[in-house]
């Protein structure tokens, strides 16, 4: 049985092997204490619960054309399975049920958990990199045989900014295409896809998006 966080997590570093393709590169990676009690304190000054895996390893997806630009992958990180990844996330996870619509593939850390939820019938992710979907598709799928879990789960390669209607609706959404959280890019890019995602949705269903901790304390229904 494997290791599951106080927030519902399970240890991607057991799910998720280091690998890398075109400008993509997944690494586990260890932080120092110097490392993690910057992060702490980085975290704890706006609030929230910055409780780390100490020195446990992270699975780390990085941009390396980003890491080129800047001279170092400070601010190449697309996605992570550090803890404070995890409580942003939580509440998705927490509603969710029926059909779920994921935008951003990442490390494929959001997916486990409803993987193993009874409630959720079917996972469609849409992601925009076919190189990224090469990578962890292909563990997730092994992950899915190795636990005998049923396979509801769908991953296409996407540009969400650009829906289809004609696609089914879902009971729930998910929007985590950003790598920064405090970005007013990010507020501008949610808005609009709040207003293009309303017809993707069922009755009574929900947005939801990383990072709305930071700016709302409640959720948004759509």
Known sequence: MMNINKYGYYNMVDIIKPCEKGRFQIKHYS????????????????????????LD?????YDNDITRRHGNNLYSVV???????HQSCKVFNDSAYGDVMIAGLGIGMVIIPLLHNPKVTRI??????????DMVKPQLDAYIEK????????IICRDINNPDYSLPQH????????????????????????????????????????????????????
Not at 79 to 85: N, P
Not at 124 to 133: R, W
């Open 79 to 85: 996605m992570s399975s550090d803890t404070i990844e």
């Open 31 to 54: 932080a120092t204490p110097e490392q993690v009690l910057e992060h702490k304190a980085h975290w704890d000054k706006i609030g929230i619960d910055s409780i780390t895996h100490g």
């Open 147 to 154: 636990n005998n879990l049923t396979n509801n789960l769908h």
């Open 171 to 222: 009971n729930v959404i998910w929007i985590d295409i950003w790598n920064e959280m405090s970005s007013p890019k990010r507020q501008r890019d949610m808005k609009l896809l709040i207003r293009k995602y309303r017809k993707q949705l069922k009755k009574k269903g929900v947005i939801k998006w990383w990072g709305e901790e930071e700016y709302y304390n409640d959720r948004v229904d759509v």
């Open 124 to 133: 469609t992710v849409y992601e925009k990199y076919q190189n990224i979907i």
């Open 57 to 61: 390893k992270l699975v780390v997806l």
